[in-house]
Each structure stands twice: as structure tokens, then as C-alpha cells.
Antibody
Framework: QVHLLQSGGELKKPGASLNVSCRASGYTFNTYGIAWLRQAPGQGLEWMGW????????NYAQKFQGRVAMTKDMSTNTAYMELKGLTSDDTAVYYC???????????????WGQGTLVVVSS | EIVMTQSPATLSVSPGERATLSCRASQSVSGNLAWFQQKPGQAPRLLIYDASTRATDIPARFSGSGSGTDFSLTISSLESEDFAVYYCQQYNNWPPAWTFGQGTKVEIK
């Protein structure tokens, strides 16, 4: 069965960088993109960007341009999201989601990771 | 950026009753609209995509309708496990990007 397993929660200091992994299983990794989203405490869902796991191309939300990087490792079926220059506003649960890309559309995520809680505090 | 607006913010419903949630886009998204359910401490769960297609294993009491800018999600007869927050999401972008509504909380009346 399809499963996305994310890395564990982290406590970070302001200015630090965050690395979250998302290990996929149960399907052919490069046939679906991986999208990254986050959800601040008590808030809604915020799109961060996605990586085309077949080509490696990425598209980031403008808000995170220059601060985020999404990569993949085909040998381990794992996607990674790095976010630099953390502030307290980056405190959130971070999610990866599997999404099929076709007809020039990134379809909605049909399987999601369990979420990674990141707290940014001095 | 396409802005998604959901209403109401909170919907109080008794078990067995019908619930209708609304979602409006600031510009047409065609039929590229999804609905998600999220329970506390859990990841979102895809319910509906392409405005009206139920995702795998989603019960028939969930139905979606609409196109263009106005959409709705109907839960025909609420069960206890349906009390949650529901988000709409559009995916009618190039380059690809998703935007979500702010959510509707369905609570027990």
C-alpha cells in the first residue's frame, strides 16, 4: 500500500535551517510528484512547492523563493525539503503529499505523510 | 493568485442531518477543485477531486458539485466520524500551485 513516511519533529533556533525527509513506498516513486505544504498551529494549509520526481524540476511558492529547496533521491525513494533562515513564523507541521502531474495540472494530493512538527524558538 | 473563500467558518449540525459547505474562487478554476477532510492531529484526507469525483474509499454520503467559481460539498447524513475541518483546494494553475480555502469546521450541534 502507498505510504509516505516523514522524518521526526524538530526544535530549531532562529536562523537555522530545516531538513524534512519524505520516504515513499508502495508505488513507483517517479510516477508522482511530491508537494510540500505546512500548517501553522490552528491555521489552514499553505502550499510551499513541489518537485517533479521524474525530471527533478521544482516550482516554489513565491513566498519561499530563495529560502526553500526541494530535492529527491531515487535510490531511496525519498524527497527532501530544506528551508533556510528559520523564524518563529516557520513554526508549523510540515507535510509531504503525493500528487500526479498530467495535462499540465498538478492533481490534488491523494496520499499524505503523517506530518513533521517543527518548532522554531530561541 | 487565486483566492479561495469558504463559508460558513463553522457549521453546527446534528448527527443524521445534512450539511452543505460552500467554496468560492476569486476567478474561474474550471472543475479543478478538491475537498479535503482533516481531523485533529491528522493529515488531510482527499475526499473529492475534479469538483465531483469521490476519491478511493470515500463513502457515497459525500458529494461535490459546482464549476467555475462556485462549489459545494454535501454530506447527506452526518455520522460521528464526519465532525472535522473541511478544506477546498484549487489546482487550476500554471506553473502548478495549490491554494486552499481557510476551512469550515463541522461541529456537533
Amino acid at each position: 500500500q502507498v505510504h509516505l513516511l516523514q522524518s521526526g519533529g524538530e526544535l530549531k533556533k532562529p536562523g537555522a535551517s530545516l531538513n524534512v525527509s519524505c520516504r515513499a513506498s508502495g508505488y513507483t516513486f517517479n510516477t508522482y510528484g511530491i508537494a510540500w505544504l505546512r500548517q501553522a498551529p490552528g491555521q489552514g494549509l499553505e502550499w510551499m512547492g513541489w518537485i517533479n520526481t521524474y525530471t527533478g524540476s521544482t516550482n516554489y511558492a513565491q513566498k519561499f523563493q530563495g529560502r526553500v529547496a526541494m530535492t529527491k533521491d531515487m535510490s531511496t525513494n525519498t524527497a527532501y525539503m530544506e528551508l533556510k533562515g528559520l523564524t518563529s513564523d516557520d513554526t508549523a507541521v510540515y507535510y509531504c503529499a503525493r500528487a500526479r502531474f498530467y495535462d499540465f495540472l498538478l492533481r490534488p494530493g491523494d496520499f499524505w505523510g503523517q506530518g513533521t512538527l517543527v518548532v522554531v524558538s530561541s | 493568485e487565486i483566492v479561495m473563500t469558504q463559508s460558513p467558518a463553522t457549521l453546527s449540525v446534528s448527527p443524521g442531518e445534512r450539511a452543505t459547505l460552500s467554496c468560492r474562487a476569486s476567478q474561474s478554476v474550471s472543475g479543478n477543485l478538491a475537498w479535503f477532510q482533516q481531523k485533529p492531529g491528522q493529515a488531510p484526507r482527499l475526499l473529492i477531486y475534479d469538483a465531483s469525483t469521490r476519491a478511493t474509499d470515500i463513502p457515497a454520503r459525500f458529494s461535490g458539485s459546482g464549476s467555475g467559481t462556485d462549489f459545494s460539498l454535501t454530506i447527506s447524513s452526518l455520522e460521528s466520524e464526519d465532525f472535522a475541518v473541511y478544506y477546498c483546494q484549487q489546482y487550476n494553475n500554471w506553473p502548478p500551485a495549490w491554494t486552499f480555502g481557510q476551512g469550515t469546521k463541522v461541529e456537533i450541534k
